[in-house]
C-alpha cells in the first residue's frame, strides 16, 4: 500500500515494532527519535537549498548556475524520498541494531581492500567518505559520555547484547551510514553532495545530544542502570576486596567523559592551582600545615561548617532575585568570618588547607568574571550572581566542578547563561517564560539545596527540556520569519531593479503617453515577475531586450540594414508584448485597443524618420570635446575617507555566521539582542530576529559597519561560560605573576 504522509508512515513502524516484540522502552525511544531526526532532517534540507540558492546567485558562469539550479531541483524532487527512507532506515536499526564495529554497509564490507580494488576508488567517492569519516569521528568524541552510557543501557536491555558484544542503534556512524545510503538516489556532482553532508553534519549530527540525552532519560526512569558513575582513577588499593587490576582498568576504560574530567579542563584546573600555588610562595605564606598552633580544617569538615552558611540573605529569597545590582559577595571573607566561630576540639585556631582556598578563591574569580560578563544581560548576571553560596558549597564538596565538562552544577550555569544570551532588558520580566524559569530554578536552589549535586542535575535535565521545546517553536518561527524576508525583501529588489531601468531608459527619450502607460503600468509587471523567476526561467534579459527594442523601433536609424531589422523585430515585438501583458492581466478590456493603437504609432514613426532621413543633408561630425579633468568635490572626498574607515569593519561584519548573538545599542542610551537568521545576498541585507524567531531589525552590509564602528553592535560571545570564565582566570594569574 502506497504510504500517503509520514505519520501513517511513523505510525506502521510503531505497530511493526510492537509485532517485533522490543521493549516498551525501545518503542518509545525509536518514534521520540525518529520525530526528532526527521524534524532537524528538514532544517538540514532547507538549508541546502538556500545555500545552493546562493551559491548560483554568485556563479562566474552560466554553466555553472545551471549546475546549481539542476541540483536544487534534483533535491526538492526526491527529498520527500530521502526522508522516508531515511526513517525507514532508523526504525530498521532498532529493530536490528548492528554490532559494534559494523557501521559500513553489508556491500562495502564484503570488499576486499585489494590492490586492484583500490585503483578502482574514484576520487568523488574518497572525498565523500573523507567527509563521512570526519563526520562520525568529530560526533562519537563530541558526545562520547551520552554515547557510552547509552551503548551500556542497550546492551542490557536488547536481547542476546551484551558488554562484550554492545549495541547502540544511536551510533553516529550508523545514522551517518543509513543518511547516505538514503541519499544515493541524487544524481548531482560530488561539490553539491558535499553541501548535503556539511548541512546534515550541521542541523542533524550536531544536535545528536538531546535526543541522545532524551533516550538515556527514558531509560533511566525505566530503572536501567539508573546510578550509572564513573570511578575515576582509583588507586590498586583503593579498589573494592576481591576485584582484581584488570577488573578496576576495565571499569575505567568503559567511562563515559561527562562523568570524568576532559584532559583539557583536568589540565587547565591544574594549571590555576600552580599559578595560586606560584602567588602563595612569591608571599613567602609557610604551609599551615607545618604550623602545630593550627588546626587545618578541609574536605568534609569545611563542607560540614558550610552547610549552616545561609544560601543568601533572606530578603533575597522572599522576594524579587533580580531586584537591584549583582550580589558580589568576598567568599574568602565568608569562609573566614565562619572558621572564626568555630570552637574546634583540640582549641587550636582553625584555618583552610591551601587547596580548598584555591577553591574558594577560584569560586570568587568565577563569579567576577560572570559579573563582569557583557554577554550576560544584567537581570541574568543578577540571577546567577545568587549562586555564589550554593556553588561555593559544591566545589567544596565535589572538586570535579572545575574539571569535568559534564558536572551537573558546571552544566546547570552553562545551560543557564546560554539561554540568557538573547534575553534583552526591553523583554516584559512578568509574561517572560525564559525569564520566569530561569528565576524559578535558582529560587529552587536557594530553598531546597542541602547538599545533594542531585538537585541541580535534576534542574539542569528540566531546562534543557524547556529550552528544546522553545527552541523548536522559535525555530518554525524563525524559518517562516526567514522564507518571508527572503520573499518580501526580494520582491522589494526586483520593483527597485525594475523602476531604475524604466527610468534610465525612458529619460534618454521622448515617447507617446501610450507607450509610456504600457511600459511603466504594464509592462513594468512582466519584468517584476521575469526578475523573481529569473532564477528557474531565465526571463529578465527577455523582458528587458523587449523595452529596448520598442524603444529602438519608435526611434529608428534608418538606413538600408536597419529597415530590414526593423522590419524582422517589429512582429516579434507586438507578439511578446501582448503575451506579456495578457500573462499580469493588464487592462484586458482594452488591450486590442491599445495593441492597434502601438502599431500604428510604430508604423507612423517608420514613415515619419524614413522621410526626415531623405530630406536630411549629411553632415561632417563636429569634434567632440576634449574631457575637463574631474576633481573630487568635498562630498566625494568625504565619502573616499568615510569607505576607508569603515573597510576593517566591513570585514568584522562578513565575519558574523548565521546564528550569531549581537546587541544593538540606541542612541538614547537603551539596547536589544538579536540573531542574525538570514543575509540576502543580492539586497546585501541581514535580517536579524528575537529569540522567538521574529523579526526585530534589518540592515545593510555598509549601516552595519557604520554602527560597529560607533560602537553600536558589539558581537555576543557564545562559548560555555565556565570554560571562558576559567580561561580568563588563567589570563589574570599570568598577567599577576608576570608583574
Known amino acids: 500500500m502506497k504510504k500517503q504522509s509520514g505519520i501513517h508512515y511513523i505510525r506502521e513502524h510503531r505497530d511493526a515494532g510492537s509485532k517485533s516484540q522490543l521493549p516498551r522502552e525501545v518503542v518509545r525511544i525509536r518514534d521520540t527519535v525518529t520525530a526528532g531526526l526527521c524534524d532537524l532532517l528538514q532544517g538540514a534540507f532547507d538549508a541546502v537549498d538556500d545555500s545552493l540558492f546562493e551559491l548560483a546567485n554568485n556563479a562566474r558562469s552560466n554553466n555553472e548556475q545551471n549546475r546549481y539550479f539542476e541540483a536544487m531541483r ?3 524532487i526526491k527529498r520527500k524520498g530521502i526522508e522516508k527512507h531515511f526513517q525507514t532506515a532508523i526504525a ?10 559494523s557501521a559500513l554497509p553489508a556491500d562495502q564490507d564484503a570488499n576486499k581492500a585489494t590492490l586492484d580494488t583500490l585503483t578502482l576508488v574514484q576520487d568523488d567517492d574518497l572525498e565523500e567518505q573523507v567527509a563521512l569519516n570526519a563526520m562520525v569521528s568529530k560526533s562519537r568524541a563530541h558526545f562520547q559520555g551520552p554515547l557510552i552510557q547509552l551503548q551500556t543501557r542497550f ?26 545510503e538514503a541519499t544515493q538516489a541524487l544524481e548531482i556532482q560530488i561539490r553539491e553532495r558535499l553541501i548535503v553532508l556539511k548541512q546534515f553534519d550541521r542541523y542533524v549530527v550536531a544536535n545528536l545530544g538531546m535526543l541522545l540525552d532524551e533516550a538515556n532519560r527514558i531509560l533511566i526512569q525505566a530503572g536501567i542502570i539508573p546510578n550509572f558513575r564513573y570511578h575515576g582513577k582509583t588507586n590498586a588499593q583503593a579498589s573494592p576486596s576481591g576485584q582484581s587490576p584488570g577488573e578496576s582498568a576495565g571499569t575505567r576504560s568503559s567511562a563515559p567523559p561527562a562523568d570524568r574530567g576532559s584532559p583539557e579542563s583536568e589540565a587547565l584546573f591544574e594549571q590555576i592551582r600552580q599559578l595560586l600555588n606560584r602567588q602563595r610562595q612569591v608571599s613567602g605564606q609557610a604551609p599551615r600545615a607545618a604550623d602545630p598552633n593550627v588546626h587545618v580544617v578541609g574536605g568534609p569538615e569545611l563542607a560540614h561548617l558550610l552547610a549552616s552558611l545561609p544560601q543568601a540573605p533572606q ?3 522572599q522576594g524579587d532575585l533580580s531586584g537591584g545590582k549583582p550580589v558580589v559577595l568576598d567568599l574568602h571573607q565568608v569562609v573566614e568570618s565562619l572558621l572564626s566561630k568555630t570552637e574546634t576540639a583540640d582549641g587550636k585556631k582553625p584555618a583552610l588547607n591551601e587547596t ?51 558536572h551537573p552544577a558546571r552544566r546547570l550555569l552553562n545551560s543557564l547563561a546560554r539561554a540568557g544570551i538573547g534575553w534583552s532588558e526591553s523583554d516584559e520580566k512578568t509574561r517572560d517564560k525564559l525569564y520566569d524559569q530561569i528565576h524559578t530554578i535558582v529560587l529552587r536552589i536557594l530553598e531546597e539545596f542541602d547538599g545533594d549535586i542531585s538537585l541541580f542535575e535534576q534542574l539542569g535535565d528540566d531546562f534543557e527540556q524547556f529550552l528544546a521545546r522553545e527552541n523548536r517553536r522559535a525555530s518554525l518561527v524563525e524559518q517562516r520569519t526567514r522564507e518571508s524576508e527572503r520573499g518580501r525583501i526580494k520582491s522589494q529588489k526586483a520593483q527597485e531593479t525594475v523602476d531604475k531601468l524604466l527610468q534610465e531608459k525612458l529619460s534618454q527619450h521622448s515617447i507617446s503617453d501610450t507607450v509610456h502607460d504600457i511600459l ?31 524603444i529602438w523601433c519608435l526611434h529608428p536609424r534608418l538606413d538600408d540594414e536597419a529597415r530590414d531589422q526593423w522590419v524582422r523585430v517589429v512582429p516579434a515585438l507586438l507578439k511578446s508584448l501582448r503575451a506579456g501583458l495578457e500573462e499580469v492581466s493588464y487592462n484586458s478590456s482594452k488591450l486590442d485597443t491599445m495593441m492597434s493603437d502601438l502599431k500604428h504609432e510604430l508604423t507612423e514613426a517608420f514613415r515619419t524618420h524614413a522621410l526626415a532621413e531623405a530630406r536630411e543633408t549629411p553632415k561632417e561630425p563636429e569634434p567632440e570635446p576634449e574631457p575637463e579633468p574631474k576633481h573630487p568635490t568635498a562630498v566625494e572626498r568625504q565619502q573616499e575617507l568615510e569607505d576607508a574607515a569603515i573597510a576593517e569593519y566591513i570585514e568584522k561584519v562578513d565575519a558574523i555566521d548565521i546564528g550569531t548573538w549581537v546587541e544593538f545599542g540606541l542612541v538614547n542610551g537603551a539596547s536589544f539582542r538579536c540573531k542574525l537568521t538570514a543575509i540576502i545576498e543580492e539586497a546585501d541585507c541581514f535580517v536579524f530576529v528575537n529569540r522567538m524567531g521574529l ?29 571562558r570564565a576559567l580561561d580568563a582566570v588563567v589570563t589574570t594569574l599570568k598577567g599577576k605573576a608576570a608583574g
Open 155 to 180: 546492551s542490557v536491555i536488547y536481547p542476546g547484547a551484551s558488554e562484550e558484544d554492545p549495541v547502540n542503534p544511536l551510533a553516529p556512524e550508523h545514522l551517518c551510514a543509513a543518511f547516505v
Open 520 to 550: 511603466v503600468n504594464g509592462w513594468s509587471r512582466v519584468m517584476f515577475l521575469a526578475y523573481l523567476r529569473n532564477d528557474v526561467e531565465n526571463r529578465w534579459n527577455s523582458a528587458v531586450r523587449v523595452v529596448d527594442d520598442l
Open 356 to 406: 580548598d582556598e584555591d577553591l574558594i578563591n577560584l569560586v570568587s574569580m568565577l563569579f567576577e568574571f560572570i559579573l563582569d560578563d557583557y554577554n550576560l544581560s544584567a537581570p541574568i548576571q543578577v540571577l546567577i550572581s545568587r549562586l555564589q553560596i550554593p556553588i561555593l558549597k559544591v566545589v567544596i564538596k565535589d572538586r570535579s566542578f572545575f574539571s569535568k565538562a559534564g
Open 695 to 723: 523579526k526585530v531589525i534589518e540592515k545593510k552590509r555598509v549601516e552595519l559597519a557604520h554602527e560597529m564602528r560607533r560602537g553600536r553592535l558589539t558581537v555576543l560571545e557564545q562559548g560555555a561560560l565556565i570554560d
Open 315 to 317: 530578603d533575597s529569597i
Open 92 to 101: 530498521e536499526l532498532f529493530d536490528h541494531p548492528p554490532r559494534a564495529g
Open 74 to 76: 534534483e533535491i526538492r
